[in-house]
């Protein structure tokens, strides 16, 4: 096949399967993007580089596709081309995790781009396939988000293919600035759409410090990984600058400026999260996961962040439960509802690395195929069944 890459971000599960794809060596394939560079400077890149040339996304790519290049397949991780670059498209989508609701509201203007680029994805017939991480996923995208059945593949994750497998740290050791070797370390990966991470418990400035110190008392690295750093007003990217010039143990990464992950939840001997769809993935390696419950009340209103065109905004939302898939407390890991059970859970964690196996392992069980280890290889399957699906 020949398979055009659209990544919005290339990581996680789009590039375990690039990787996958571009490693048995049947098919032909580009990836575009639009910063190519940023991402070639990981530590993936390095340890791990693809055959598969990486382009930089231009502007004409949206109208003519990628020239001299006839694909059969695009698959992309989020947003779509503003014309059908082949005759069949792909969604792989960005992560599973418990934002919604997803439904068809939401998904209004993806359902529009959909029908222009591929068919009604609503209705049988669709050159287009959408990726599920399992059941539920599936009778998620199905029932709320408005995609028809003969749409919608559970496949689960394609990164969990590799994330189950352990990577050996030495390797990993030249990409960070301390010993992730013979120190633990603690991903700290929160989702932006709450705003601060401890909104409801107080406030960041008081209580990352706290946790900060805290695990720099129990003689741990912490990699500090947030989202694109566009979405933060300055002044808290000011202060997340001083707590890593404070705290010499500490590494913060955004996502526009690091965009694997790979590598960190590799490392990471600890995932503290307050229910980004990291977690999910990081579930995979059996390691404690520890939820920091998002809100103080799920019946009580909140604003949730969104970022548009127009940027960052808030919405009033009368309830958290108006935003979630499924509620907090089905999760793979640990569950903190206040600062002093979350410093307990993290030692907890850290004293007893195998306390979390068994929950996450009923959670992919339920959720996501159990991650056994051919999702990439069920999501190429479902790639060639869709280019030889007859016209």
């Known amino acids: ?49 693809l055959r598969a040339p990486i382009l930089a996304r231009r502007p004409w790519h949206h109208a003519v596709g990628l020239p001299g290049f006839r694909p059969d397949v695009t698959v992309m991780d989020n947003r779509l081309p503003l014309r059908a670059p082949s005759r069949h498209g792909f969604m792989l989508w960005h992560g599973y995790g418990w934002k919604g609701p997803q439904d068809r509201k939401e998904f209004a203007l993806v ?52 994330l189950r497998q352990p990577l050996d740290r030495q390797r990993a050791q030249p990409f960070y600035p301390f010993d992730v070797v013979r120190r633990p ?13 401890f909104a409801h418990w107080g406030t960041d400035a008081e209580l990352l410090d706290r946790l900060l110190h805290h695990l720099g008392h129990r003689g741990c690295n912490v990699i500090l990984r947030l989202h694109d750093s566009y979405r933060f007003p300055p002044e808290y990217r000011a202060f997340l600058d001083r707590m890593q010039r404070e705290h010499p143990h500490v590494l913060l990464k955004y996502k526009d400026r690091n965009p694997d992950n790979f590598l960190d939840l590799q490392v990471a001997d600890v995932l ?31 604003l949730l962040r969104q970022y548009t065109l127009a940027g960052v905004r808030e919405v009033e939302v009368p309830s958290a439960r108006f935003i979630w898939k ?41 959720h996501m195929l159990g991650a056994d280890g051919h999702a990439c290889a069920r999501i190429e399957q479902a790639l060639a069944d869709l280019v030889a699906t007859p016209a």
């Open 185 to 197: 370390t603690v991903l700290i990966a929160p989702t932006w759409h709450y705003g601060e991470i």
């Open 1 to 49: 096949m020949r398979i055009l890459v659209w990544a919005t971000t290339f990581g996680a599960d789009l590039w375990s399967l690039v990787r996958h794809l571009d490693a048995n060596g049947r098919h032909d394939i580009r990836v575009v993007m639009k910063e190519p560079d940023t991402f070639l400077r990981e530590g993936v890149s390095t340890l791990f580089p």
């Open 326 to 366: 499924r509620p907090p407390e089905e999760n793979g890991g640990l569950l903190a509802r206040s600062p002093e059970e979350m410093m307990a859970l993290l030692d907890q964690a850290l004293d007893d690395p195998d306390c979390c196996r068994e929950p996450a392992r009923r959670f992919l069980d339920e």
């Open 111 to 162: 359902h529009r781009q959909i029908r222009r680029l591929w068919g009604d994805p609503a209705a049988p017939g669709a050159r287009f396939r959408w990726q599920c991480f399992g059941p539920h996923d599936r009778a998620h995208r199905t029932e709320v988000s408005g995609f028809h059945p003969d749409t919608c593949l559970a496949l689960g994750a394609a990164s969990h293919d590799h």
């Open 272 to 302: 503290l999260s307050n229910f980004s769809s990291i977690a999910t993935l990081f579930y995979a390696t059996g390691r404690p996961s520890i939820h920091i419950y998002p809100v103080r009340d799920a019946d009580e209103a909140f």
